[in-house]
């Protein structure tokens, strides 16, 4: 479980609202040990309603191809998914909100967080974040060919997997970066 969620590079947050409408929002996430964390702006209408303790599922998948089968019906993915289950908690310590940052930097680009400026006191008094432990969670997989009816296998249509991986695209400076800036070496690895 620990290997998807360090994968995933996006999770999804499920909640029942104040209101009572349910609700699934999209965010990153880091891991540190077995707790997840969650971060972002204090007016964040997720993180505020996460914060009393209300309870929460966190999804992160990995696709890793599309199972093409020789009926629709039997079309799929295989992925690799894990959703935790429980409330988060408020990280008030400013010490332990800049490991979990770091934690979050550090999943999405290795490398990155001894290249950018910490974070200031005012910009951690303007972030909120939350931390869930990992102690109730599932996981499911997907893996193989497609699984076609017997009546199905002589039909003349191509059935596989057609692979799918997330890569790396060339860097593009942002307008504002100095001529002559160079691109740090973990961007091209």
């Known amino acids: 479980m620990h290997a998807i969620?360090?994968?995933?590079?996006?999770?999804?947050?499920?909640?029942?609202?104040?209101?009572?409408?349910?609700?699934?929002?999209?965010?990153?996430?880091?891991?540190?040990?077995?707790?997840?964390?969650?971060?972002?702006?204090?007016?964040?209408?997720?993180?505020?309603?996460?914060?009393?303790?209300?309870?929460?599922?966190?999804?992160?998948?990995?696709?890793?191809g599309l199972v093409l089968a020789r009926s629709a019906f039997h079309h799929s993915m295989n992925y690799r998914s894990v959703v935790v289950f429980g409330t988060a908690t408020e990280v008030d310590d400013d010490d332990e909100k800049i490991a979990a940052m770091r934690a979050m930097t550090e999943r999405l680009m290795p490398g990155r967080w001894a290249d950018a400026r910490p974070p200031a006191p005012r910009e951690l008094a303007q972030t909120t974040v939350l931390t869930m432990p990992i102690t109730e969670a599932s996981a499911k997989i997907r893996t193989g060919?497609?699984?076609?009816?017997?009546?199905?296998?002589?039909?003349p249509v191509w059935a596989g997997?057609?692979?799918?991986?997330?890569?790396?695209?060339?860097?593009?400076?942002?307008?504002?970066?100095?001529?002559?800036?160079?691109?740090p070496p973990y961007l091209m690895s």
């Not at 505020?48 to 990995?62: H, I, K, M």
């Not at 799918?164 to 400076?173: C, K, M, Q, W």
């Open 5 to 64: 969620l360090d994968e995933a590079l996006i999770c999804h947050v499920a909640y029942v609202a104040a209101e009572g409408h349910p609700v699934v929002l999209p965010t990153i996430h880091g891991r540190i040990d077995d707790r997840l964390f969650l971060h972002g702006s204090v007016a964040s209408a997720m993180l505020r309603a996460l914060r009393p303790g209300v309870e929460c599922c966190v999804a992160a998948t990995v696709i890793d």
């Open 145 to 155: 060919p497609p699984i076609d009816d017997a009546e199905d296998l002589e039909l």
């Open 161 to 183: 997997v057609l692979p799918l991986r997330v890569e790396r695209g060339v860097p593009e400076p942002d307008p504002d970066l100095p001529a002559g800036r160079t691109v």
